[in-house]
């Protein structure tokens, strides 16, 4: 009995010590498939009338879906801070780059 718990307990730590040393390359699992997820990024999306201010978010996309869930636009982010200008009527939308996600009025 001791000799298995000390064969399990010497597998855990080393798998322990695996995982701690992969700690760069993060796997995410969504639905049963595997992806690679950046190292946090620092995303910031603010709202100021119909313009929205995007930093961190260079190479990915803004996604403006209404409140029923219907996609409604959707921009390219181009540079590290970039001002986009929404042609949306006014009410409530939900922004999303990445995994960042806001809940915004557009007035």
Partial sequence: MRKRLLIFFSVACMAT???LQAAPMV?????????QVEPERNISITVEGNSVQVTGANG???EVISLTGRQVATYRIDSPAQRVELNIPKG???LKVGK???K???R
């Fill in 17 to 19: 010590t695996i995982s």
């Fill in 27 to 35: 796997m995410a699992m969504e639905m049963g498939v595997a992806e």
């Fill in 60 to 62: 990915m996309t803004l």
């Fill in 92 to 94: 409530c939308y939900i």
């Fill in 100 to 102: 960042v996600v806001r």
């Fill in 104 to 106: 915004v009025t557009i």
